[in-house]
């Protein structure tokens, strides 16, 4: 990393404390990147995270504002200094099992209302801090702490569940793909809506160990063949998809998107005489005690 981006971490508290070939140190640099690239003010931004090895990567590693919250509830939190301070960028960044198991609801209903804020799910496919116990990701036949005759459960495709809570903006990629990933960070960062992008990471020591792939060189050789760009997806037949995963980005045309919640149609406090139950504040219109909130840049497009 370049030293010009020193200054946006804790250098005090590195060496990081993840494991040799943990792909969550990959994804702690991608985001530092992928900052510089979208031009935003590291002041006026606020990074959440859960628990799990994952909600280590902004805290305490960046010098910034951080919320180190509760297990499951860093969107919670989010969406509240979101509404609260519509000025700052809120970003999230936390693990499969912080976002996706008992954060699950938080995360699809974030995607639904779309909330503006960005969720970068770091997703090992597994409960990496705890021991790793088997989670809704990890993978069928899968071998876990707790699946160790293979997992037997369907995993959640992450960016198809949020594509189908309402998800603007959702994209993957490995953290292999680090170019792919800065790029889409960056642009996932300036998205005007709910974004959400899933970091496929390797944890080496409680998913590899178990599944053939003990260190980041076999993940590396296992990722490469199983996760392939959307466009070269889309080509192939039934019987060649079925081993592979889409990487790459989705975005809802600009007009399937509900309006982000916090644009003209906020809550507005009974004793301010404005606005009542039977008469609320339309979406998409602001008035002079709610103006319409500041844009973070979007990049809204159908593709
Ligand atoms: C309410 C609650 N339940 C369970 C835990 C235990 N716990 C801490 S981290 C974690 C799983 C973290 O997994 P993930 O979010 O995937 O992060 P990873 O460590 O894999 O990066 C669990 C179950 C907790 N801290 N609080
Ligand atoms: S347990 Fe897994 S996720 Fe946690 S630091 Fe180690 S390799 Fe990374
Ligand atoms: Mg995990």
Redesign the pocket.
Known sequence: MSRQLYPHLRLDVFPT???T????GILLGAMVRAMDEAGLDWDKTLFVSGI???AWIPSPHFNADTLHTTHGRPIAFATGARLANPGLNVVVVS?DGDLTAIGGNHLIHAARRNIRITVVCAN?R?Y??TG?QVAPTTPEGCFTQTSPWGGEEPPFDLCRLVMGAGGAFVARHTVFQVRQLIKTLTRALTFDGFAFVEAV????????KLNDTPTLADFHNQMKGQYVDRRRYDRMNPEEQADKIPTGVWIKAADTITPPIDKGSSFIPPSSGLGSSSNPPSAGQGNSSNPPLRSRGGQRGGI
């Open positions: 404390p993840y494991c070939g943990c792909g969550h799990g090895c994952a693990g090992n597994v990496g801090m790793g990471s390797p944890c080496p020591t409680h998913y590899g």
